[in-house]
Nanobody, 124 residues
Framework: QVQLVESGGGLVQAGDSLRLSCATS????????MAWFRQAQGGEREFVGG????????NYADSVKGRFSISRDNAKNTVYLQLNTLEAEDTSIYSC?????????????????WGQGPPVTVSS
């Protein structure tokens, strides 16, 4: 069982930056591919980006490419999402997710573990 606890959400203005953290329990963090998803009010869950278990490979949605970046610290069992140049359209609940295995995939159904998700609100 893997537990995920996110932190770092909040209210910011358009153009600002924010960093989200996702701390995981367990000793097998390095065995998991990690990803971030978001869900706006009334919308569907959307893949934001993911990072392979080694950290050597990342994958991003086109809507955030060049603005968001994912990193992980396997010594701290933590994955991060850096959000830069935020836009009002980025307002969502952001959740991290984990799946065993090396490869980033996009369908949320393929992720076994989920955090609660911090809200990110971007005012224009």
């Amino acid at each position: 069982q893997v537990q995920l606890v996110e932190s770092g959400g909040g209210l910011v203005q358009a153009g600002d930056s924010l960093r989200l953290s996702c701390a995981t329990s367990g000793r097998t963090f390095r065995s998991y591919t990690m990803a971030w998803f978001r869900q706006a009010q009334g919308g569907e869950r959307e893949f934001v980006g993911g990072i392979s278990w080694s950290g050597g490979s990342t994958n991003y949605a086109d809507s955030v490419k060049g603005r968001f970046s994912i990193s992980r610290d396997n010594a701290k069992n933590t994955v991060y999402l850096q959000l830069n140049t935020l836009e009002a359209e980025d307002t969502s609940i952001y959740s991290c997710a984990a799946r065993p295995g090396p490869q980033v995939v996009r369908p949320p159904s393929l992720y076994a573990y989920w955090g609660q998700g911090p809200p990110v609100t971007v005012s224009s």
